[in-house]
């Protein structure tokens, strides 16, 4: 069984660089540069990128990269999926350079999402210096935060993730949008070998960008508030009020990235004992407030 120790960076592609670089750096608060393909990386930490943005034909997520400690874990990861059945490429010399890691294997899940194996970062150690002001994001030895992923197939891509790349179950939501009456669809927050509440969800639903959202934590409250600031003052859609989730207690709201999927910006987020915890179903969403329906009023 693989041992996974973190979301290592998310790759989206844009029609548009020049508003991503904008939305980086002006409300995200990230540091912006070139990379080597012309594409962006955003820096979050001290390492060279978090989140690589390359130029397409569309606005859409891409693929998801997923840390192992050692080239020993890399090869145990790649063996565990080739016994599993799933198709591995393993990544070129260039597409490891572009990626700055040693070596990097791909494949997809049986939904259909893309995902990254790496292990080895290359990092200058460039200290990260926020544009707006932002102090840090929360990094290091749990991630860079977390996605929530369609999985239409999605009892397979909880056994591959779970069985084969040895994801914990954290807890479980079943959404029922049209109440009662209507179709359950399960969302299940998956933990990997950190600290980190989830670093993953499925979600038993399409999402005609690739992705539900993604998280990314900073260290204080008023970071989040300066970030809901800026926000509106670079007109950025936004998909959430202000609220607190029931499961990993992260203060958060969300508006819409230059890709179209979501990303979460949040503090507080939970840290926890695994040896400890007991894994449940919650029935809502938050203790307060992420009233979502601003974001549909948004697209009427």
């Known amino acids: 069984m693989a041992d996974i120790r973190g979301l290592a960076y998310i790759v989206a592609e844009t029609t548009d660089l020049a508003k991503w670089r904008d939305y980086a750096e002006q409300v995200l608060g990230m540091m912006a540069s070139t990379a080597p393909d012309g594409g962006l990386h955003l820096k979050m930490d001290e390492r060279q990128f978090r989140i690589a943005v390359q130029k397409g034909e569309r606005d859409a997520y891409v693929a998801t990269g997923w840390e ?6 890399f ?5 565990a999926l080739r016994a599993a059945g799933v198709e591995v490429a ?3 010399t260039a597409l490891c350079a572009k990626r700055c890691v040693q070596q990097l294997a791909a494949f997809d899940d049986p939904s259909g999402n893309r ?7 290359q990092s200058e150690f460039r200290h990260f210096a926020s544009p707006v002001g932002v102090a840090r994001f929360i990094t290091g030895d749990i991630g860079m935060g977390h996605v929530v992923l369609p999985a239409v197939a999605f009892e397979e891509t909880m056994r591959l993730f779970c069985d084969v790349l040895g994801f914990g179950l954290a807890d479980m939501f079943n959404f029922k949008p ?5 179709p359950t ?8 070998n950190n600290g980190r509440h989830h670093s993953l969800a499925l979600a038993g639903f399409p999402v005609p960008s690739g992705c ?3 998280m990314v934590e900073v260290e204080s409250m008023p970071e989040v508030g300066r970030a809901m600031d800026r926000m509106a003052a670079h007109a950025v859609p936004q998909s959430s009020t202000l609220g607190q989730h029931t499961n990993d207690k992260v203060i958060s709201f969300y508006m819409k990235s230059p890709s179209g999927f979501d990303v979460e910006y949040g503090y507080g987020g939970t840290v926890v004992d695994w040896a400890s915890h007991i894994t449940h179903e919650f029935t809502q969403v938050s203790l307060w407030g992420h009233d979502f329906s601003v974001g549909q009023k948004g697209q009427q």
Not at 185 to 192: G, R, V
Request: hydrophobic letters at 50%; glycine letters at 14%.
């Open 68 to 73: 192992v400690a050692s080239k020993a874990g």
């Open 75 to 79: 090869t145990t990861a790649v063996d």
């Open 90 to 92: 393993l990544g070129s």
């Open 115 to 121: 995902h990254e194996i790496v292990w080895g970062f």
């Open 178 to 182: 049209a109440g009662d009456a209507g």
């Open 185 to 192: 669809l399960p969302i299940y927050f998956l933990h990997c």
């Open 212 to 214: 539900v959202h993604l």
